[in-house]
């Protein structure tokens, strides 16, 4: 069997809106492997929501998707009939969304959202009523929750907001699944539950053998649980390599200038953001996208989009600066 789980090939979603098109995702490529924690980091509105929901096949109507394919275990979900997408939603993925008020249904119990989603990732057959709530107990308590029993009853709003994220993580992994895609599981949670939320993810993906991905605008995260991260600028991947050399050697000036806002405990003066803002999706650039903020920028730049080139170790960058032995230009 190949080592690879998720395979998305040029990947394009475009949004129809009023006044014309928005081509939000411009040739997407992206790869996980069995096991393999993988980080996706970017500003807000980048596409990396997006490009999750294409995955699970989730977009709204206004979507297109013109070119490109998502291959799971060889398998390309955009030409599945919709049985074929529902047994792979139950039995191969699961997705933790980044707000668990909307995620879950405010008139139905904990225990009767739990108690379906088991049923449904199980078959047409599902299991019976006994074993379902063994199953959901189990969950709540691999998800750290305080009395399972008394979970079961409650409704969300009764619950904390770090409390309703552990019933996301927990229906999450209530049945086994090959990939967990977490999209910024600790928005809106304070700073301690944000490091237990992020320490148990982690720990359950370990536990269960399963992939994840982990959809992030911070660099700390993704270099605490991560072993690979690929860094997406307005509709494209435009760096990937290993957690490790990633922060160790950034290449392209989009992740250096995201490192370079960190704020550091050291001091030494407020981190300096990017100059500019994404370009209109309506309206993008045909060239590299973040041409217009980029302080290197020079002529191809602004004609074609950037091939992927390798600088080592696996570590790939979509930037002409490394085209050539045009990186001098940087020293110029």
């Known amino acids: 069997m190949s080592e690879t789980l998720l395979d998305i090939k040029n990947l394009h979603v475009w949004f129809k809106v009023y006044g014309g098109v928005l081509k939000v995702l411009n040739g997407v490529n992206f790869n996980v492997k069995f096991g393999e924690k993988v980080g ?85 057959s599902g299991q019976k009523v006994a074993n379902k709530k063994n199953v959901a107990l189990s969950a709540l308590h691999e ?32 049945t086994a699944r090959d ?16 490091d237990q939320v992020l320490r148990l993810i982690g720990d359950l ?22 072993e690979r991260v690929y860094v997406m600028y307005a509709g494209n991947m435009i760096e990937m390599a290993a957690t490790s050399l990633l922060f160790k050697k950034p290449f392209h000036p989009y992740t250096q200038g995201l490192l370079a806002s960190v704020p550091r405990l050291s001091g030494g003066g407020f981190a300096e953001g990017i ?14 996208r973040f041409e217009p903020r980029c302080q290197y920028a020079f002529e191809p730049c602004s004609k074609a989009m950037p091939p992927y080139i390798d600088v080592g170790d696996g570590h790939q960058v979509a930037c002409y600066l490394y085209q050539n032995g045009q990186e001098d230009r940087k020293n110029a």
């Open 275 to 288: 100059p500019g803002r994404i370009p209109d999706y309506r309206n993008p650039p045909p060239g590299c």
């Open 143 to 174: 998800a750290r929750l305080p009395d399972p029993e008394r979970m079961l009853d409650s409704y969300p709003i009764q619950l904390s907001g770090g409390m309703r994220q552990r019933v996301c993580i927990a229906s999450a992994i209530a």
């Open 179 to 194: 990939l967990l895609i977490a999209d910024e599981p600790t928005t809106n949670l304070d700073v301690t539950i944000q």
């Open 40 to 124: 996706l980091v970017g500003e807000a509105g980048c596409g990396k929501t997006t490009t999750m929901k294409a995955l699970l096949r989730v977009l709204p109507n206004l979507a297109l998707i013109p070119e490109g394919d998502i291959f799971v275990r060889g398998k390309n979900i955009l030409k599945l009939n919709s049985r074929e997408l529902a047994d792979l939603r139950g039995r191969g993925l699961s997705m933790i969304f980044q707000d668990p008020t909307s995620a879950l249904n405010p008139v139905f119990t904990i225990g009767q959202q739990l108690y379906d989603i088991i049923k449904y990732s199980a078959g047409s």
């Open 205 to 226: 993906v370990e536990k269960k053998g399963a992939s994840l991905i982990l959809i992030t605008h911070s660099l700390g995260l993704a270099r605490e649980i991560t």
